[in-house]
């Protein structure tokens, strides 16, 4: 047990130094955020343009949507900064040769990889997710309880962390090919269904 709680200590370290390195980079920082809500701004006119031609999808109206967008958003946030690094491991680690030198490390490998996060513009899907959230609790006049907070926060963390595990299963694909960004990538992906109600969808993809 103590090994893990030094290990997350450890991980969560390597995080605040990855952002510290971050906020070095202002411009950089600020372009990639804007670039971001752009994304994001996208995404919102489409469900938007979704909504002038019905009233409800699977029951969910325009606002219910958009809550459901706005947690998603949160988790996917978290997980994208928390667990980004795992698409260099075939580009990065493997092609270089430098996943020997982390084997050699009094660290686990798993530890090293995704504790040296870059993405900065997942904290914008994070932001931006919250924010959203915090609009339509409002305008569905839902009581924003301690509970509920807590709700979201649990929800919020458990889904980044399900993100973060199926990114981590498609990463051994690096073992076989330097192009494993590519393949956790399109598997990663499978996050956008879960912007919409799962009664949309048949039996396959719902499993």
Known sequence: ?????????????????????????????????????????????????????????????????????GVTRIAIGISGYCFDALYDIGPKYMRSGDFDKILLRPVHPLISIIGDSREFVSLADFFIGLGITIYMLIKLSIPITILLILKIIFFSIIGAL??????????????????????????????????????????????
């Open 1 to 69: 047990m103590k090994n893990i709680i030094d290990n997350i200590s450890l991980y969560l370290s390597f995080l605040k130094i990855s952002l510290k390195e971050i906020l070095i980079y202002r411009i950089d920082c600020i372009v990639g955020i804007f670039s971001q809500l752009i994304v994001q701004s996208v995404s919102l006119i489409f469900i938007f343009i979704v909504f002038q031609n019905t009233e409800n999808l699977a029951g969910w109206n325009f606002h219910q949507i958009l809550l459901l967008y």
């Open 162 to 207: 399900i993100i973060g595990a199926i990114n981590t299963i498609f990463s051994i694909s690096s073992f076989w090919t330097y192009k494993s960004n590519e393949v956790i990538w399109s598997f990663y992906r499978i996050y956008t269904f879960t912007e919409y109600p799962i009664d949309i969808y048949n039996g396959f993809i719902k499993i």
